[in-house]
């Protein structure tokens, strides 16, 4: 009896250091990388790295620039319609709400090449708005929106305001707008992640174009890896193209992910949560 | 059920949907409507039906380009569905604490999602670079081109795309499992099931959706695969050719030839895909909210 309970007990202890070396393994295989590049970062020689801050620094602002007012419209836009498709009753509403949900599930990257053509037609091709409006369709967070409002405590409150005289305006700007900092500010996290990250959509649009001012900073980063010049046909010895050193590289890839680090260990709470972290992709 | 209350107003929603509904036909609906029409006619604006479908096909990148995506896809999807599923399941039979600190730590790379993580991993598939270089070393690759020869692409992209989109999934899985009334977790130890037993048989059962979403999720962003193999071509000057995925190709034919019509085709073939997927996630998962 006494040596079966401690050959289970032995059994356990075996499976558990088992799973912490697997554990171990798959923590090396997600954070050496990133070890590695702040390594590399600050073991380089910092003075190759200065020449190259000026065009960072545009492609930075410009980044912020286009995060920033696509998150803006996004907010002024999700937040008011998620709030009307859960507490309002009009036709199309349904309609309305299924459309949402099927845009956001469909991988924004498909919608690239259209938006393109349409940018191309329209002549706004090499306009930052050719970026920032794509940003802002976010209908992910009109879905997050419309949960949000569904809250039946929050029903109560606007039914309240409305017996007492309010006008629909006026229910909106007092108390449901109060009432979405939390919503509005995991929209802004999700929308800017997206855009922020976003390769394909920019490249689309600016690739064309000589000028580098327009670029956002992962299109600096491609143009890191640019600097040769492409035959098009399979090189016999492959290198990369690339002119800058590892250390200056590795120092603007850090500098150009540190918001989103930022922001993600400020938003810790809500990716703990799990609920809503599929959306990113 | 939410009873319709008969005070819920009507005509104002109207309003408050409006900018949203610009948006959404301007970015959203008129250019899908716009890419369609494109696929359905000639240069010259008449109606050709499915030629352009046709046309595009004898493309002699098309064939290979579906071959390198369907590579790809079956590598990443087959590491997502074991390792996402396992590893979750894995931190949820952990204390929170430990659990709650490897999520974060998983999730990270997302931060470098797109541009960033191909870089980096250019630098980590370079043997005299990488600190994985003894990994590389032993399966044989001495150069940068070893590590990135042709066949092994479908493998590479693969792995950039796990390493930065491993951890998001893991996170939902997380929320999916944290859903599982404890009270079926008790009993399940009480009948003496074990944290093997209970993982197969009572929480895998529970969070079967949402594998199922994260399949055609990833199947429908996978297919989409632009930027690993583009900035692989361009810093190694066309090692990956610039058509090696359906959307490089469908850039590739407008930008270098402005054969818009025929890009449009691809496009309209991606964008079908990716709508049927939404659509089966949608309707057939009974993940979301449809309304009432």
Known sequence: MLSHANSAARRTSTGQVVTYVLLALVAAFFIVPIIWLVVEAFGGNLGLISGTLGVWGVWLINSTIYSAAGAAIAIATCVPAGYAIATHEFPGRRVLLILTMLIMLIPTSALVLPLFLEANEVHLLTSPFAVILPYSLFPFGVYLSYLYFQTERFNILFQTARTDGCNEWKVFRRIAVPLSKPVAALIVFLNIVASWTNFFLPWVMYWSTDSTSHYPLPLGIALQLFNGETSGEYLGVIQLHTSSPPSAIAFLLLATIAPVVVVLVLAQRWIRSGQFQGMLH | ?292
């Not at chain 2, 900018?19 to 008449?46: E, F, N, Q």
């Not at chain 2, 795309?161 to 939902?172: H, M, P, Q």
Request: hydrophobic share 55%; charged share 10%.
């Open chain 2, 1 to 292: 059920m939410k009873r319709k209350s008969p005070m819920r107003p009507r005509k104002s929603g109207y309003l408050f949907v409006a900018p949203y509904v610009v948006l959404l036909v301007a970015i959203g609906i008129y250019p899908a409507g716009y890419v369609v029409y494109l696929a359905l006619t000639s240069l010259s604006a008449h109606f050709t039906g499915l030629d352009n479908f046709i046309d595009a096909t004898h493309n002699s990148y098309f064939v290979p380009a579906f071959e390198n995506i369907i590579k790809f896809l079956g590598i990443w999807l087959t590491a997502l569905v074991i390792f996402v599923v396992g590893l979750s399941l894995l931190l949820h039979s952990l204390n929170e604490r430990v659990s709650a600190a490897f999520r974060f730590l998983l999730y990270l790379p997302a931060a470098l999602a797109g541009a960033a993580s191909v870089m980096l991993w250019l630098f980590m598939l370079q043997p005299g670079k990488s600190p994985w270089g003894f990994v590389l070393n032993w399966l044989g690759y001495h150069t940068l081109g070893d590590s990135l020869a042709p066949a092994h692409l479908p493998v590479v992209f693969a792995l950039i795309a796990f390493w930065s989109g491993a951890g998001s999934w893991i996170v939902v899985m997380h929320g999916a499992l944290a859903t599982i009334p404890r009270a079926a977790l008790e009993s399940a130890k009480l009948d003496g099931a074990g944290a093997w037993r209970t993982a197969v048989y009572i929480k895998l059962p529970l969070i079967k959706k949402w594998i199922a979403y994260m399949v055609i999720g990833a199947f429908a962003a996978g297919s989409q695969l632009f930027a690993e193999p583009q900035l692989i071509s361009e810093a190694t000057g066309g090692l990956a050719n610039q058509a090696w995925s359906p959307n490089q190709l469908a850039i590739f034919l407008a930008f270098h030839y402005d054969y818009f019509n025929y890009a449009a085709a691809i496009a309209v073939d991606l964008l079908v895909a990716a709508v049927i997927c939404a659509a089966v996630i949608l309707f057939r998962t009974g993940l979301f909210d449809v309304g009432h």
